[in-house]
């Protein structure tokens, strides 16, 4: 019966601005709760089990490690994934491209996956005093290649009879290739070999480039591989394998060693830019040097134009050409003549190109991956009768990776970003740093964000617990995750000046917890040139130190997550706004404007759509949607009008309810049967134990009857203490 209150299928704009106009300024006490309107969650339920939706949540998975890890660290994959032995990873604090969530599942995934004995080692840390750039000490990161090949050895060769094909690139002769300087290319023939000479540290050295196809029937002009094989070259010699990737755009065939140039060894330094196609010469130096393969290659991906009306570029089309790629190289060393282990492939990317990275080297050879691979025609795999077989000498599975700022969970981004930051955002709606952080411009400037989006955040942030139980983890153990992540980070600034910038102190003459924490606190003001670095309340009470010189201890409270959090937004100097990642389709004013939008979220969609909704607010706030729920866009001729219009109907999607109540908790409880959270009996007495709970407080019975049903729904419903379900009834039962 109570569905029956919201069947009705339009209602008029202008009702629905006077159904929130009063609660709209209280909507961030913690009494308060926000909620989208249930007849746009019922709009939004019928695309959620669309076969659409079915298909944009693969896609997901397909785009980020987290998945395919925590399925394999808890023995549920059924894909026969094979992530990398070896892990390393860097991501900036102060990141404004990402929240730091999202690492913070990474890292604990890889503990559960070392801890099962399914990965050899990782290495992460979060960089201090580096933004969204190259979060890494580059001389750091091939010190540890170095380390983890010596220690690891040459593979066995797999014992196979060799082959020649359309793939060989011992048959490819001559061909033409047309570059520029940094590496870019203009024209080139389908297969091509040439000797290039270059100077490494002043002294002439040859490469022998390889170019071709990747795959026998590639369906994009991206699709081209290079391969560089130094004159010193070994049986054994590893494979460094560059993304070239920023932003999760698609990238071109390029080159990488071009003939002059000069090429140096021992330059390494902090923050020298491994990836976004930038031919770093101290960087080629040392893989040269070092006698590793070095392949380079294009791939598609969201910013792809439409072919004949298909969006070829949505995922996994990015991994699924990245695979090819390495399968094409693994191919050629294991049944061609080219030299190089095929068991020692590394993948390095940054940023777009080190969330590429993670999720190849978290998914190799996973069958999730066949049909697209086969689209293509990837080498390795064959096809009878429907059914797939993958060599097992060849795949895509890979060593290690190397990747660093690395933009992983774009289909859960929002949920997680909101799940640190809303608190934040909704204490700037309420004018709490109206004007004290003296921040005037920039994401993060307390009047940057419109109405709808503090609303949205608090929506969004509703759902960010439920990733983490998805993944077999609990929002506790990633949050107590990030916090040592910040300890050991603060640690090593502290302790050995390991800040992978100008450091800030001289650690050597801090001798007392009192001077290190005086330390740590310039230090962390001044966090990558820090906007609010002048505002007196700026969180720094959320840890502590202890112990003496060289050995001192930092230690994060489980009750400092709120300040860390609060800290972290203002440093990230530009935060995004609400959403972050799924923007796409709103008009300018209701987010980052135009269909073509930036945004992750391109990644995802139908093979006939630019992009397909991945949550419930850019479901909501897409006007194309809004005569789903009687509301019509503004058509104002007047640009600035229109916007503004857009923004005040945008604001009546959402509801602000008052709580703790019987409301409250029951819309928690429509949400949670409509994702499938809770059905079937548990549903029955849920809302069977709620309606009693609701007639007793109506009449004259105590509060403790009331508080007896409100336990047995909580009880019966069999969700986790975190789930909002029931700390909504919880609420309530305080209250009661």
Do not use: C
Request: proline share 5%; aromatic share 8%.
């Amino acid at each position: 019966m109570r569905r029956m209150r919201y069947a009705v299928a339009t209602v008029a704009a202008a009702a629905l601005v006077a159904s929130t106009a009063t609660g709209a300024t209280a909507a961030t006490e913690p009494e308060e709760n926000v909620f989208l309107k249930p007849f746009v969650l019922d709009a939004w339920a019928q695309y959620a089990a669309s076969d659409t939706y079915a298909l944009l949540e693969q896609q997901g998975k397909m785009a980020t490690p987290n998945v395919y890890l925590a399925d394999v660290a808890r023995g549920t994959d059924q894909t026969g994934a094979d992530p990398a032995d070896y892990w390393y990873v860097r991501n900036g604090v102060p990141d404004d491209g990402v929240t730091l969530a999202p690492e913070a599942i990474l890292y604990a995934n890889l503990e559960n996956l070392k801890s099962a004995g399914k990965i050899d080692d990782f290495n992460f840390t979060l960089v201090m005093n580096l933004p969204h750039s190259e979060n890494v000490n580059t001389a750091e990161a091939h010190a540890w290649m170095r380390q983890i090949l010596a220690e690891a050895g040459p593979s066995v060769p797999a014992d196979v009879d060799p082959a020649t094909g359309w793939w060989d690139v011992s048959t490819y002769e001559g061909g033409s290739i047309t570059e520029s300087a940094a590496g870019a290319v203009s024209a080139s023939s389908d297969t091509g070999k040439r000797t290039i000479t270059v100077t490494l540290n002043g002294q002439p050295f040859t490469v022998t480039h390889y170019w071709g196809w990747y795959a026998a029937t590639p369906n994009s002009p991206k699709q081209k591989v290079s391969i560089y094989v130094p004159q010193n070259v070994r049986p054994d010699s590893p494979t460094y394998f560059r993304t070239n990737n920023g932003g999760w755009t698609s990238n071109n065939f390029i080159s990488t060693v071009v003939p002059g140039a000069a090429y140096t060894t021992g330059n390494l330094a902090f923050n020298t830019v491994q990836g976004g196609g930038n031919n770093n010469p101290n960087v080629i130096g040392e893989v040269l040097d070092q006698g590793m393969i070095m392949v380079s290659y294009g791939a598609r991906s969201m910013n792809d134009a439409p072919v004949d009306g298909q969006y070829q570029g949505h995922s996994p089309a990015t991994m699924t050409d990245t695979k090819a790629a390495i399968r094409f190289v693994k191919y050629n060393q294991v049944y061609g003549s080219l030299p190089g282990d095929p068991e020692r492939v590394i993948i390095t990317g940054m940023s777009g190109g080190g969330g590429l990275t993670t999720a190849v080297a978290a998914g190799g050879n996973s069958s999730d991956y066949y049909d697209s691979l086969a689209q293509i025609g990837a080498l390795g795999l064959s096809q009878t009768g429907g059914a797939y077989a993958d060599d097992p000498a060849v795949g895509d599975d890979v060593f290690a990776t190397f990747s660093s700022a690395p933009i992983i969970d774009s289909f859960r981004a929002d949920h997680l970003a909101e799940w640190m930051y809303n608190p934040t955002r909704q204490k700037i709606r309420d004018g709490v740093y109206a004007a004290e952080t003296g921040i005037t411009s920039g994401r993060n400037n307390p009047a940057a964000l419109a109405e709808w989006q503090y609303l949205s955040a608090a929506v969004l942030a509703q759902k960010g617990d439920d990733y983490t139980y998805e993944l077999g983890l609990t929002p506790d153990h990633v949050k107590r995750t990030l916090l040592d992540m910040m300890e050991t980070s603060l640690e090593l600034t502290v302790n050995e000046n390991k800040s992978y910038r100008p450091t800030l102190a001289d650690v050597s003459s801090v001798t007392t917890p009192e001077q290190a924490k005086a330390a740590l606190d310039t230090f962390l003001r001044q966090q990558d040139a820090n906007r609010a670095a002048a505002w007196a309340g700026l969180p720094l009470d959320w840890y502590t130190v202890t112990g003496s010189t060289g050995a001192f201890e930092v230690t994060i409270a489980d009750a400092g997550w709120d300040r860390l959090t609060e800290y972290l937004y203002w440093v990230s100097q530009w935060t995004k706004g609400t959403p972050i990642s799924t923007a796409q389709g709103l008009p300018a004013g209701l987010g980052k404007g135009g269909a073509f939008a930036g945004g992750e979220g391109l990644l995802f969609g139908a093979l006939d759509a630019p992009y397909s909704h991945l949550n419930q607010v850019s479901w909501a706030m897409d006007p194309l949607n809004w005569p789903l729920f009687g509301v019509t866009a503004s058509t104002n001729p007047n640009t600035a009008a229109r916007q503004a219009e857009n923004r005040e109907i945008a604001k009546t999607l959402f509801d602000v309810l008052p709580g703790p109540s019987i409301e409250v908790v029951l819309r928690h409880v429509d949400q949670a049967e409509r994702d499938g959270t809770l059905a079937g009996k548990a549903l029955s007495e849920v809302r069977k134990h709620l309606a009693q709970a609701e007639k007793l407080a109506a009449g004259s019975a105590a509060s403790r009857a009331v508080v007896a049903q409100l336990d047995n729904a909580s009880r019966k419903s069999g969700l986790p203490a975190d789930s909002n379900v029931v700390k909504a009834i919880a609420a309530l039962a305080a209250a009661s």
